[in-house]
C-alpha cells in the first residue's frame, strides 16, 4: 500500500510541476528590433524569425520595432523586450551599465565567409567627390548615424577625439563644419548620396564581394532594398579597427525553462533555416560562443563617454 502511495505521489509531483512549468512560459515572446534601418524591411526580414519561434515555443511573437536603439535599450531594462538578434555593442553596454543583470548573452554573430567575428566603421563619401582620406574631410559636414551606435557614433568618436581634439560639442575642434545625427546608417549612406554630408559613417564587415556591399553591413541591406549600384556610388576613406559583432541577447528574468527552450530555439533556427537567421542577423553570420570580456572595451568605452558627457 505504500509503495503504490508513494507512485502515486511521485506522479502526482511529476504532473503538477509540468503544469506549473506550463504556466509559467510565457504566451507571448516580445522580439526587439534595431532601429537605424528600413521599417518595412526589418520587419519583413523577421517575418520568418517569428513563425519559427511560434511554431517551436507555443508562442505569440511580437516584432516590437523601435525607430531608434534606446527605444531597444529601454525595452530590455523595463521588461519589454525579451530577445535581441546582433544587439548594438554599445547599446548592449548601456544596458549592462544600468543593469548588468538584465540580460543574459546567447552569442555572437560569427561571419560565415572567413570566421571573424567582428565588423568595421567606415566612413564614406560620394564616389565622384575628391575626398581621398579622413583629414580631406576638414570643414565639411559630417554625419553620425545613431548616439547608441558603436560604428555610427561610439567609435569614430572615440578616434575623431585622438585625432583631431575636442568632441562632438565643438565638432572635434571645428575640424567639420557640421555634425548631425541622421538617425541610422541608412540616413547615413542617403545624406552622402544626396549631400546632405560630404562623409558620413556606417557598419560593414570588409569580407568578401565589394559590389554587393560585402557579407553583411548596411551596404548590403540597402543593395537588397532598392539601391543596386549604391557601391559604385560610394567611396570609402576610413575604417576603424575591428568591432566585436552584437550579441544575442535574451531578458534574465524569463523562467528559467523557459530560457533554456528559447536558447535552443535560436540556435536550431540558425542550423534549420539559416537563410532566416541570416535575415535575422543583417548579415551572413552563424552563431558562436561568446563572453562578457569580448565586449569590455566597449563597455568600457560607453562608461567613458557617458561620464564625459554628465
Not at 52 to 75: C, H, M, P, W
Not at 212 to 223: D, V
Not at 240 to 245: D, G, M, Q, R, T
Request: charged fraction near 25%; aromatic fraction near 8%.
Amino acid at each position: 500500500m505504500k509503495k503504490v502511495l508513494s507512485l502515486t505521489t511521485l506522479i502526482a509531483g511529476v504532473i503538477m510541476a509540468f503544469n506549473v512549468g506550463a504556466a509559467d512560459a510565457p504566451k507571448e515572446l516580445n522580439l526587439g528590433i534595431m532601429g537605424g534601418q528600413n521599417a518595412t524591411q526589418q520587419i519583413g526580414d523577421n517575418q520568418c524569425v517569428k513563425q519559427f519561434l511560434d511554431k517551436e515555443l507555443n508562442v505569440d511573437t511580437k516584432l516590437r520595432n523601435s525607430s531608434d536603439y534606446a527605444g531597444v535599450i529601454q525595452g530590455l531594462l523595463g521588461g519589454k523586450i525579451d530577445l535581441v538578434f546582433g544587439i548594438s555593442p554599445s547599446s548592449f553596454a548601456s544596458v549592462y551599465l544600468k543593469d548588468p543583470q538584465a540580460v543574459e548573452l546567447v552569442g555572437i554573430g560569427v561571419d560565415d565567409v572567413d570566421q571573424s567575428r567582428g565588423y568595421h566603421s567606415v566612413v564614406l563619401v560620394k564616389a565622384d567627390s575628391p575626398y581621398k582620406k579622413l583629414e580631406d574631410l576638414k570643414g565639411k559636414s559630417f554625419g553620425f548615424a545613431e548616439p547608441d551606435s558603436t560604428s555610427g557614433f561610439l567609435f569614430p568618436n572615440q578616434v575623431f577625439k585622438q585625432q583631431f581634439g575636442g568632441s562632438l560639442d565643438d565638432k572635434y575642434n571645428n575640424f567639420f563644419s557640421s555634425v548631425t545625427f541622421s538617425g541610422g546608417h541608412e540616413q547615413d549612406i542617403l545624406g552622402v548620396l544626396n549631400g546632405q554630408f560630404e562623409g558620413a559613417v556606417t557598419w560593414t564587415s570588409m569580407v568578401g564581394d565589394y559590389d554587393s556591399g560585402y557579407s553583411s553591413g548596411a551596404f548590403g541591406r540597402m543593395i537588397r532594398m532598392d539601391h543596386p549600384d549604391l557601391m559604385k556610388k560610394i567611396r570609402i576613406i576610413w575604417q576603424s579597427p575591428l568591432i566585436p559583432n552584437g550579441p544575442i541577447l535574451i531578458r534574465q528574468a524569463l523562467p528559467v525553462d523557459f530560457k533554456e527552450q528559447l536558447v535552443a530555439a535560436i540556435k536550431k533556427l540558425d542550423k534549420e533555416d539559416h537563410e532566416c537567421f541570416i535575415k535575422a542577423m543583417g548579415g551572413k553570420q552563424h552563431i558562436g560562443d561568446v563572453t562578457l570580456a569580448e565586449y569590455q572595451t566597449i563597455i568600457d568605452m560607453k562608461r567613458e563617454l557617458t561620464k564625459g558627457s554628465r
